[in-house]
């Protein structure tokens, strides 16, 4: 009998709280298919290597590229279609006998135990426009030419609010994003949608994408009709040209490049350009990592140039983004692996979340329309969880 996703996800989250595991769920862009894993240790791996030498699992990378990734190994693999488990599945199969022995642990537990307690405010309140227009006046200055600031926003949950019931609306809101919930003893809860690829590695095949720019998408808009700023134009080809160049680093000259066109994503679109490479043709197996190592973090989180932008942020954002706008993904999961810049994120506690969002910044930009920019990209999923 099948098995609906909302019930097992309540039941995990609450296993892998009292036992200190280490859970992941996602979905990728226009699949049927929902992962759900849980690494059966107190912590998950730290990843510092090639990832195509790890076994599969999922990867959970923070901002901070100097940091490790959190590799949470798939000890145990439930796989959901249409929001339900399908007991005869072969690789289900697995699965289905661990359940079984653990499944009255599961059900008596007395109650659902709640998410981590909010933790001290580790952020100062510096206004965002502010923040923006220091950034406009460091790009005069000739210092960068983009930089890309992030602000946080404190949201009190609902005593309804529900994990499980959240993640279902956010598949059903977002078929082009990865939809993703992960939960790990030291780090807490993360729930999100990404639509920004940094590294896809299937079928010798290589692929990233250039995504920048930001309007608010309304049913039946004709993208071919879409018009773009000058501004959010030169954003997105300064993200490009940084793909372009780390290739130019590993003297990659064999790569396709389509685009720039107008996507959406949720309630938003964005202008993106995708690049690929034959990995056989070009003899380059390790791609991915290589990639992986160049290209974290990009013009599109960070700015451009890369130190000094970084160290923009370091000295005057005020706050750690720990997870938001690094990566995540599943990593040699069914011959493939699939890793996302970790953009439309909130941090979840028992009863606030808090959540991240940046916006690009040139010599052209208006603080007043960044903060909009945020709040936009906010607002695609506090319309979920609210």
Avoid at 13 to 18: A, G, I, K, Q, Y
Avoid at 312 to 331: C, D, M, T
């Amino acid at each position: 009998m099948p098995v609906a996703i909302e019930a097992l996800l309540d039941n995990l989250l609450t296993f892998s709280m009292e036992h200190e595991y280490a859970l992941a769920v996602w979905r990728t862009p226009e699949s049927e298919e929902t992962t759900v894993i849980l690494t059966i240790k107190p912590e998950p791996f730290l990843l510092t290597d090639s990832f195509e030498e790890t076994g599969s699992g999922f990867l959970f990378h923070p901002f901070d590229s100097t940091q490790p990734g959190l590799f949470i190994k798939a000890d145990v693999q439930f796989s959901f279609r249409q929001g339900k488990l399908q007991s005869e599945e072969q690789k289900n199969l697995k699965a289905i006998e661990w359940l079984n022995t653990h499944i009255g642990e599961l059900i008596n537990s007395e109650q659902r135990k709640e998410l981590p307690t909010k933790k001290s405010n580790h952020f100062h309140t510096t206004d965002f426009k502010d923040l923006v227009q220091q950034a406009i006046q460091h790009i005069e200055h000739g210092y960068a030419e983009k930089i890309v600031p992030s602000r946080v926003k404190q949201v009190t949950l609902a005593p309804t609010f529900d994990v499980a019931e959240a993640f279902v609306r956010l598949e059903s809101a977002y078929p082009n994003a990865l939809v993703s919930f992960v939960y790990t003893p030291k780090h807490g809860a993360w729930l999100g949608a990404s639509p920004e690829t940094l590294v896809s590695v299937e079928k010798n095949t290589f692929r990233t994408v250039a995504l920048a720019g930001t309007q608010v998408y309304k049913t039946g808009t004709n993208l071919k009709h879409v018009a773009w700023t000058q501004k959010e134009i030169e954003e997105q080809a300064m993200v490009s040209r940084y793909i372009i160049n780390c290739f130019k680093k590993i003297r990659l000259r064999e790569f396709e490049e389509h685009g720039p066109k107008t996507v959406v994503a949720g309630n938003l679109m964005h202008l993106k350009t995708d690049f690929s490479v034959d990995m056989k043709a070009t003899n380059f197996p390790q791609l991915g990592s290589v990639m992986l190592r160049l290209l974290h973090p990009t013009s599109a989180v960070c700015g451009t140039p890369l130190e000094t932008s970084r160290k923009f942020l370091l000295e005057h954002e005020g706050y750690a983004r720990e997870f938001y706008s690094g990566f995540l993904g599943p990593i040699n999961m069914n011959d493939a692996s699939h890793l996302f810049v970790n953009l439309r994120c909130m941090q979840l506690f028992a009863d606030e979340a808090w959540l991240y969002a940046g916006a690009g910044v040139t010599a052209d930009s208006i603080p007043e329309k960044e903060w909009e920019e945020t709040e936009m990209k906010m607002n695609t999923l506090l319309d979920v969880i609210r």
